[in-house]
């Protein structure tokens, strides 16, 4: 296989030593524009006191994280230490009713938050979806679905949804927001899976423990109704060997990573700098590059943290939720790119897998990938950086499906079968890098904005045209092949290559005995070996 293709060494240590100098040079050029400029006018608002130990400003231009790890950290360890204490006791005294313990605890929770109104309004979108889903016919759930989705994303619709909220406070808008579409989305399941039940219906008391189940309400993952009925109701609650060890430590790596992130704020203003047009013209093409890196980096590091906080609790809970989204260092690909698994296992499981089939024929994948990235609009609100954002990431999906249709027909199959498999990954690897620049680009379009995106690609393929292009393509080059020796060493583990079969005790003896020639006439009366079977083995 292609992907158990080995490099030299040596050429891999290369490698490595390349990326690491690359990154240490790019972050310098960080650190010494975050360090020149910390006083600058348009950095007030969001370079502010930071930790009285270093005696640097900070940068909180992410009210996500400094709302999660900061401002509103007390709140949220309260509410989910309360949820923990209660589902524990509950788990010990009556587990066959712990589920019930989850929506109790919830109700109170989001009621105590946000108020009853907003309890209601949550509430008759329940009974709305799972009503609708009593009908089993699943378009009609999908389309009431979207278009209860839409009337929170469009005017006059939010304005007065947003009236039962009860109090002005800063997390009002955030709150509801995730409250109410994730709600959408986990109703949406439920309504789907109802409609592939065969035998009767789900009890709308099932819809409310999934909705209300607090560690996920708010902000997610989304874990689908089937996976969440069965492991929310499994009457077996004893863990496996380590399982403590492994959520006490994933908790303490977690912590650690928070620390190390607000450390780096202190001395990489990584979020706010591209947020200053006027400083950013004057960047070095490194500096530029580095910086569009390390914001998807970022981003996928806050993405990982958060929904690893709200797997740890669920995990005490004997529940298995999504994993965190693989790591942009690690793709290369559209169809692995994601920031929220729950979202991705979602859309991959009601759209476009269900649409894509195998993924194998362009027109199938052509309609699965314009659905899949028309509800992931409606989604995140159609706006011009989000219409932009998928229009290049559903583009990209399917040049990737156009460009291995065409690369597999011949002489390029050819080709490809004479070359050595060492020598195939290198080819590969250079599409691959030129790949990876796509993602980076059409994704920083979303984190940070558009004009951020174009002076990052003019920089990097017109105006730094041939050195900083030639440079950064070469050290992306690095990075993938990089990726494909972690990944050639996960596959081996994953499918290790069965062992040569020894050689038969007699023939080995024959070999090495000074009578081997006599004993050539025996070898030659056994029976000949089946040519089916020699084949097969």
């Not at 409609?195 to 999934?210: A, F, H, M, P, V």
């Not at 500096?287 to 943290?305: H, Q, R, S």
């Not at 995990?315 to 692995?336: G, M, W």
């Not at 296992?345 to 309609?367: A, I, P, Q, R």
Request: with cysteine; charged share 15%; net charge neutral.
């Amino acid at each position: 296989m292609r992907i158990k293709a080995a490099l030299p060494k040596y050429e891999i240590y290369f490698y490595n030593t390349v990326l690491c100098m690359a990154m240490f040079w790019a972050a310098s050029w960080i650190f010494e524009v975050s360090s020149s400029n910390a006083n600058r006018k348009a950095f007030k608002t969001s370079v502010k006191p930071g930790w009285y130990y270093f005696g640097r400003k900070m940068d909180t231009a992410d009210f996500e994280w400094m709302m999660w790890f900061s401002t509103f950290r007390e709140h949220i360890l309260f509410a989910l230490s309360g949820h923990v204490l209660f589902a524990k006791i509950c788990s010990m005294l009556a587990p066959q009713y712990r589920s019930l313990v989850y929506l109790v605890y919830g109700l109170l929770a989001v009621w105590t938050s946000m108020g009853w109104t907003y309890v209601t309004l949550i509430l008759s979108h329940c009974i709305l979806l799972y009503s609708i889903s009593l009908v089993k016919i699943r378009w009609l759930c999908f389309v009431t679905g979207l278009c209860t989705l839409a009337t929170f994303k469009c005017e006059p619709f939010v304005s007065w949804q947003a009236g039962f909220v009860e109090g002005d406070f800063d997390l009002r808008h955030i709150l509801f927001y995730g409250g109410c579409g994730f709600t959408i989305m986990r109703c949406m399941s439920f309504a789907l899976e109802n409609c592939e039940r065969k035998d009767g219906n789900y009890n709308i008391l099932e819809l409310l423990k999934y909705n209300f189940y607090l560690p996920f309400f708010y902000f997610g993952p989304i874990m689908t109704f089937d996976k969440f009925y069965v492991q929310a109701n499994k009457s077996d609650l004893t863990r496996k060997e380590w399982e403590m060890w492994n959520i006490s430590v994933q908790g303490l790596i977690h912590l650690g990573v928070i620390i190390v992130v607000d450390v780096l704020f202190h001395f990489m203003y990584i979020l706010t700098i591209p947020t200053d047009m006027k400083l950013l013209k004057h960047l070095s093409d490194w500096a530029l590059v580095g910086l569009a890196y390390f914001n998807l980096v970022y981003d996928w590091v806050k993405a990982a943290v958060m929904f690893g906080v709200i797997n740890t609790v669920s995990r005490l809970d004997h529940l298995d939720p999504p994993k965190p989204p693989k790591c942009i260092t690690l793709l290369y690909v559209f169809a692995e790119t994601h920031f929220d698994r729950g979202i991705n296992e979602w859309l991959c499981k009601y759209v476009y897998d269900y649409l894509g089939g195998k993924h194998e024929n362009v027109v199938e994948e052509l309609v699965a990938t314009l659905c899949t990235f028309g509800v992931t609009i409606l989604w995140l609100g159609p706006c011009e950086v989000v219409l932009i954002w998928a229009f290049f990431n559903c583009f990209g999906l399917n040049f990737e499906l156009w460009t291995a249709k065409f690369f597999a027909m011949e002489p390029f199959a050819s080709f490809e079968t004479a070359m050595s498999e060492a020598t195939s990954r290198r080819i590969r690897a250079v599409f691959n890098t030129f790949n990876f620049w796509c993602i980076v680009l059409y994704n920083i379009l979303a984190l940070n904005s558009l004009d951020f995106a174009k002076l990052v690609a003019k920089r990097l393929l017109l105006k730094g045209f041939p050195i900083t292009t030639i440079i950064v393509m070469f050290v992306t080059y690095c990075l993938i092949q990089v990726i494909k020796e972690r990944e050639r060493r996960q596959a081996l583990i994953d499918d290790p290559d069965p062992l040569p079969p020894a050689p038969p005790p007699n023939a080995a003896a024959a070999a090495t005995s000074p009578t081997g020639a006599a004993a050539t006439p025996t070898a030659a009366a056994q029976p000949a070996v089946d040519p089916s079977k020699e084949k097969a083995e």
